[in-house]
């Protein structure tokens, strides 16, 4: 080959190599416009599916400002009922404290319903309940009728208290459970906040029309639970549990951010629920299962219903139900006064359970439960206090003085309550227990919390003639005391984990030794679990 040959070569070479160059970068190019596009629209998924889900965890829980509409509007409408339908006060005491105690029905019944029909038609069916019971206490001519229609809204809230939360348990994510789940403890409080608006806007009106309008725009929040049981779907386990399997895979789509998320939240969902015929937990009967627990369950009951119970005896609902007797107590007179005093409460209470859900999935449960309890105990004693130095040392402080401390005490305690107590005992009662006994447990909880919620509503005015209001406040503050100490013993950490992680952590009990569930643990229990199966 000559030289000019070469050359020629060379230059050849040299310009297809030019032209190579920008075809390879624009094939670069390509790829990483391709994987930002793909980025962007996983991101723009995961946006929409929280959105959705959001919107869904939201509706659901307009059963909960039902509870706390009645429960804040009947602390102030119990005046002017006294008033105008002369009723004693042992008949005031049923009035207010059986809608806890009768709530507890329509959670038991709610359980098994949810199971039959489906969680969000229980919740509409809780919602007609409710509106049936509250248009008679609206129109109740009686002592005896007004009970009929408090007792029907009572089963109505029951139905829906218990399902809203498991709803919206089995609908999140699991970083995201924890506060989506505390939604309904923030719509019960806001449902308070209404009552008690409510209370002091309409407290101008005659005592005949006063209190009847005060419950009549309860019914209000349940007409927009109608509307909702149109947009929002049907909980995916629930729908996996009745082996429609391509339903729930068309809710998980929503949710999800990608089609192989949604198969592997299939595959768990399927596993917990028990749908494949080799499980053993399918061959027992659900309350058979909690009345004979194993180990595991046990654990579990003891932390979802006990925790329950101390939500309600360390008396947040005879704070709630009977805080105008409390500053009455503390030397406020007019009627106008103690209303205006528990909007106060009712807006502390709001705006404290709104930071607890900031907190709730960042913090973890068990610290803000520490926190809630402590705060809970301290401030119930300092509540007994300044009742007490109202009554037995007048000329130590002024009565205003002793007035300010009193509301200062109330309004710690709701907040304490509020950050803690309140929120978290709703999601770990719907989040701790196993998918076939889900329903039926929470169900089981709510009957603790209710009773005893009940127990404390019905006593706290008979109790208190004869040991005092004060008196009241240093016994809650004991049992307050004792909650410290099962927040420490029974109640593991949840925070991040899948419901079926939860299940897992539950059966190794490592949470009751001092320790966190490792991924170790869980592979190992897996592979047992699968290595009985097959044994089976």
């Not at 399927?270 to 080799?278: C, I, P, Y």
């Not at 992680?501 to 897996?526: A, P, V």
Request: hydrophobic share 50%.
């Amino acid at each position: 080959m000559t030289e000019s040959a070469k050359m020629r070569l060379a230059m050849a070479t040299k310009s297809e190599y030019k032209r190579m160059e920008p075809e390879e970068e624009e094939e670069e190019e390509l790829d990483e416009a391709e994987w930002a596009h793909r980025a962007e629209a996983q991101s723009l998924r995961r946006r929409r599916g929280e959105r959705y889900v959001f919107t869904c965890a939201l509706f659901a829980s307009l059963n909960a400002i039902l509870l706390g509409y009645d429960v804040g509007v009947m602390s102030g409408a119990i005046i002017y009922i006294q008033k105008d339908l002369h009723i004693t006060e042992f008949q005031e005491e049923i009035l207010v404290g059986c809608l806890s105690v009768v709530s507890l029905l329509g959670s038991l019944s709610g359980g098994r319903t949810s199971d039959a029909v489906g969680r969000k038609w229980t919740m509409g069916l809780g919602a007609i309940i409710f509106q049936t019971g509250a248009a008679i206490m609206t129109f109740a001519p009686s002592f005896t009728v007004l009970m009929i229609g408090r007792l029907l809204a009572g089963v109505g809230i029951g139905f829906g208290a218990m399902v809203s939360a498991v709803y919206i348990a089995e609908i999140s994510p699991a970083a995201a459970r924890g506060t989506l789940t505390s939604l309904p403890e923030i719509c019960i409080n806001l449902g308070i906040l209404l009552g008690y608006v409510s209370n002091y806007a309409f407290s101008g009106l005659s005592e005949h029309i006063s209190w009847r309008i005060m419950l009549g725009v309860g019914i209000l929040p349940s007409v927009f639970i109608g509307f909702a049981l149109f947009v929002i779907p049907e909980s995916p386990r629930w729908l996996m549990m009745e082996k429609r399997v391509p339903e729930a895979r068309a809710v998980l789509l929503q949710i999800s951010e990608s089609e192989a998320e949604v198969e592997e939240r299939l595959a768990e969902i399927e596993e917990a629920a028990g749908l494949m015929k080799s499980m053993k937990s399918e061959e027992k009967a659900v309350w058979r299962e909690l009345l004979n627990p194993s180990p595991a369950v046990r654990r579990m009951l003891y932390a979802g219903c006990g925790i329950q119970m101390f939500q309600q005896i360390t008396g947040i609902d005879a704070t709630v139900y009977y805080s105008p007797t409390i500053f009455r107590d503390a030397g406020i007179k007019s009627d106008q006064e103690l209303l205006a005093a528990t909007v106060a409460v009712g807006f502390t209470k709001t705006v404290f359970i709104l930071v607890a859900i900031f907190l709730i999935d960042k913090v973890g449960r068990k610290p803000l439960l520490y926190v809630s309890t402590i705060g809970m105990t301290i401030c119930l004693f300092l509540l007994g206090i300044a009742l007490t130095l109202q009554k037995h040392a007048l000329g130590l402080m002024s009565p205003r003085v002793g007035i300010d401390l009193a509301i200062f005490a109330v309004c710690g305690n709701v907040a304490f309550f509020s950050i803690g107590m309140g929120p978290i005992c709703w999601v770990l009662s719907s989040e701790i227990f196993p998918l076939r006994l889900r329903a039926q447990a929470s169900a089981l909880g709510q009957v603790g919390g209710r009773v005893s919620s009940g127990l404390v509503s019905m006593s706290f005015l008979s109790m208190a003639r004869i040991i005092s209001v004060a008196g009241m406040f240093f016994v809650f503050a004991a049992i307050s005391t004792t909650s410290v100490l099962f927040v420490y013993f029974c109640v593991p950490e949840t925070k991040g984990k899948t419901l079926e992680q939860i299940e897992i952590m539950f059966e190794s009990g490592k949470e009751w030794r001092g320790g966190e569930i490792e991924l170790e643990d869980t592979q190992h229990l897996i592979k047992d679990e699968e290595k009985s199966v097959s044994l089976g």
